[in-house]
């Protein structure tokens, strides 16, 4: 059976459910704002350098947020289906990335340009909520990978990654997650084999 095609009326309707109250008016300016974009796998969405001028929802795929040090690739953040992801600093500042972020498998995502979607803020009580919620979730979800890899223990980082992120566990490639959650592959493998047993 052929998935049906998503609009960008669904995927308004869709952050309106998950973000803010909208009205009928308001649904057709998000909608309005909304740029769709496909990625195939390996696919960059952003590359280092590029400035990141949109927030993207990911309607259905996998993607990855990585950067650089001392030649080795680090990755800040795994997304799935119904996730939101940025580089903040970038957005806010205007100026170029030093993130990157590759679709690990087939994406679909829809673009809310910043400028865009801070215009209609000014005139929209409810799209500002939006924005605003879209925004705590992204530095929540932040802290909350800080906090892991800052305070648990290795075992403890992959039960928490299992309980919060159970799709990326799955199907994202192990040393993508080991390295998410700084550890060595080797490491993981151990982790996954105790938690497994318990």
Not at 69 to 96: A, Y
């Amino acid at each position: 059976m052929k998935e049906a095609a998503t609009t960008t009326r669904d995927i308004a309707r869709e952050l309106a459910r998950k973000y803010s109250t909208m009205t009928y008016e308001e649904l057709d300016t998000l909608e309005s704002i909304l740029v769709p974009m496909k990625f195939a796998k390996g696919e960059m969405i952003l590359k280092e350098g590029d400035v990141c001028d949109c927030i993207y929802y990911v309607e259905r795929g996998l993607v990855r947020q990585f950067y650089y040090k001392n030649n080795k690739e680090l990755t800040e953040h795994l997304g799935e289906d119904h996730t939101i992801f940025m580089c903040i600093e970038s957005l806010f500042k205007e100026e170029p990335t030093r993130l990157q972020v590759e679709a690990l498998e087939p994406t679909l995502v829809f673009a809310l340009p910043k400028k865009r979607l801070e215009e209609e803020a000014m005139r929209n009580i409810n799209i500002q909520m939006l924005y605003r919620k879209i925004l705590e979730e992204s530095l929540i979800i932040s802290q909350v990978h800080a906090d892991l890899v800052r305070f648990e223990s290795a075992q403890n980082r992959y039960k928490k990654m299992c309980e919060l992120n159970p799709q990326v566990v799955l199907r994202a490639p192990l040393n993508y997650i080991a390295n998410y959650l700084q550890m060595s592959p080797e490491t993981l493998s151990r982790v996954r084999a105790a938690v497994l047993n318990e």
